[in-house]
């Protein structure tokens, strides 16, 4: 009689390769989403650090240097990634010198859905006008962020 240990015997069969590639199967499928959901939120939160800081930068800059400053953001729907930039002209003038220039670049999958625009902070750091600035994931309109700038 020819006994075989149960000890001695190794391996999967394959009734157990295709059980747990099913497993493995299940939870890519599931996890995947929730992932992306997580990475979205990551990238608008970065975005909404970067234009928080470029909005106080501004401020700061205004009442530093006791100037007027211009926040552009660039928001074409041909363009991506969408980009703040922060101008100070020179002191007295109307033109933009260019003589202090600091660009903010979003992550690219952030959008900046009110489009471009043009704000001037006074030298106290004040709005002439109040903006609207949404920001919203591409790969989830509901995932949005907002400022009003005044």
């Given amino acids: 009689m020819n006994h075989t240990n149960k000890a ?5 069969t394959a ?10 199967a299940l939870i890519v499928v599931f996890a995947t989403p929730m992932m992306n959901s997580v990475f979205a939120k990551s990238d608008l939160d970065s975005a909404v650090e970067i234009t928080e800081q470029s909005i106080h930068k501004a401020r700061v800059a205004a009442r530093l240097y006791d100037t007027y400053v211009v926040m552009r ?20 003038t109307d033109e933009l010198l260019g003589e202090w220039k ?3 670049v979003l992550p690219d ?18 709005v002439d ?15 949005q962020k907002e400022f009003i700038i005044q």
């Avoid at 660039?74 to 980009?83: I, L, R, T």
């Avoid at 006008?129 to 995932?143: V, Y």
Wanted: hydrophobic letters at 45%.
């Fill in 129 to 143: 006008f109040p903006a609207k600035l949404l920001i919203a994931s591409n790969q989830d309109d509901f995932k």
């Fill in 73 to 92: 953001v660039e928001a074409d729907q041909d363009m991506n990634p969408h980009s703040i930039t922060i101008l100070m002209p020179g002191k007295d």
């Fill in 109 to 126: 999958s952030v959008r900046i859905v009110s489009g471009n625009m043009l704000i001037n902070f006074d030298a106290e750091g004040k």
């Fill in 8 to 12: 001695t015997m190794k391996g999967l």
């Fill in 15 to 24: 009734i157990e390769l295709l059980i747990i590639t099913s497993i493995i």
């Fill in 102 to 104: 600091e660009e903010f």
